[in-house]
């Protein structure tokens, strides 16, 4: 009697090891073709978790996935295309980045071979062409007929929305060039300007894998952000913010306003709540509240999974948060969606504040109410 109940919990420590969802793909928005493609590679072909990545994300630039990702898209006030993008190994903790990358399509590919081919982490800008042509990659215009387009119907708005602030002539109104205002009154108040950052300019691919050995990795790849001031990088190629994986806890990709975004480093601090014992849909939900605090009207959303395959994934600003995921445990890919927290909105899922000390100061205030 002894010796068999011993074998049944064999058994199910047995069934439960087997049961880890293993490999996994997940990955920001309804991009499934990248979804599909990275799955080909860690479950058919049972490759690393970073050729998925790669490979998966290569998909979104050539498919230039809502016109967010890849050539042709979200042009810069001059109408030009730059790509930002990062590929993370969470064996090794190498790290390849490329920032404000120009005239070269394959941005992930690149960034592989920053931490393949060199000691570096991230190159930038024109020198980042240098080096990927010298890799063996073609140059080629990343502007396309589109950008054009929006650029010259941006110019007949008076370049509105656009990124400036504290600058002559005022930048609500007019197109620059701009000088900076001398004397800019010291403003201690929190940002409230809304995102312009919605869900037709959402921007990055960010997507994780767990391969078949267990082995995390994390990448990104995005043309950022449309009308931004020549120059811009947003967190996507940023270790830690657009992505971040470490297999001894989990991973994390981030997407929405990048420019708040990086100031949390979303994605590695994601990563640590997991460390520290939380549930990735806990850790999620912990990130966005941590953002919410400072700047409550910018868009943001992440995406964290542990080393289980166990997901979780909170936004705010965006309407909703789709995620594609393909997993052992599944026979096609899955969209899942989430809807996000707004503005003045403290519904549990979307980021709660709804913790023991609220509840408390809300039954005091009812308390209060009826004495009156
Ligand atoms: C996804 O792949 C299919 C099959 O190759 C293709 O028909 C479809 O257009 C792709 N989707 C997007 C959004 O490009």
């Not at 799955?39 to 978790?49: F, G, K, T």
């Not at 990104?220 to 996507?236: A, C, M, Q």
């Not at 605090?293 to 166990?310: H, W």
């Not at 052992?328 to 909105?345: A, F, G, H, P, Y």
Request: proline share 3%; hydrophobic share 40%; aromatic share 8%.
């Amino acid at each position: 009697m002894k010796l068999s109940n011993s074998i049944i919990i064999l058994m199910i420590a047995v069934v439960n090891i087997s049961c880890k969802r293993l490999p996994i793909v997940l990955n920001t928005w309804s991009f499934t073709n990248a979804t599909i493609k990275a799955w080909d590679v860690a479950y058919r072909e049972q490759r690393s978790a970073i050729d998925a990545v790669e490979e998966g994300c290569t998909v979104c630039e050539v498919e230039q996935c809502d016109t967010d990702v890849g050539y042709g898209g979200s042009p810069d006030e001059h109408g030009e295309t730059t790509l930002d993008s990062m590929i993370m190994d969470g064996k090794t903790m190498k790290v390849g980045a490329v920032a404000g990358l120009r005239n070269i399509k394959e941005a992930i590919s690149v960034a592989r071979r920053v931490f393949e081919q060199t000691k570096h982490t991230l190159l930038a800008g024109d020198a980042a062409t240098e080096f990927a042509v010298q890799m063996g990659f073609k140059k080629q215009s990343l502007s396309t007929s589109f950008n054009e387009e929006v650029i010259n119907e941006w110019k007949n708005r008076n370049c509105q929305p656009n990124y400036w602030q504290n600058v002559l002539p005022s930048p609500e109104e007019s197109c620059g060039p701009y000088k900076k205002i001398e004397s800019v009154q010291e403003s201690n108040e929190i940002e409230n300007g809304m995102s312009f950052v919605n869900e037709q300019s959402h921007d990055t691919i960010g997507m994780l894998v767990i391969d078949i050995n267990g082995n995390i990795a994390a990448g990104t790849s995005t043309n950022g952000l449309t009308y931004k001031i020549p120059g811009r990088v947003g967190d996507s190629p940023i270790p830690g913010s657009g992505a971040y994986a470490d297999n001894s806890a989990g991973g994390a990709v981030a997407t929405g306003d990048g420019d708040i975004i990086m100031r949390f480093g979303a994605s590695f601090l994601g990563v640590e709540f997991l460390r520290n014992g939380y549930r990735p849909q806990q850790a999620a939900e912990m990130v966005i509240d941590r953002i919410n605090k400072y700047y409550p009207a910018r868009s943001a959303a992440i995406l964290i999974v542990d080393m289980e395959g166990n997901y979780g994934s909170a936004c705010q600003i965006f309407r909703s948060f789709p995620i594609s995921i393909y997993h052992s445990e599944l026979n096609e890919v899955k969209v899942e969606t989430i809807s996000c927290r707004q503005l003045e909105d403290d519904t549990p899922g979307s980021g709660s504040f709804l913790d023991a000390n609220n509840i408390l100061l809300v039954g005091a205030a009812i308390l209060y109410a009826k004495i009156l």
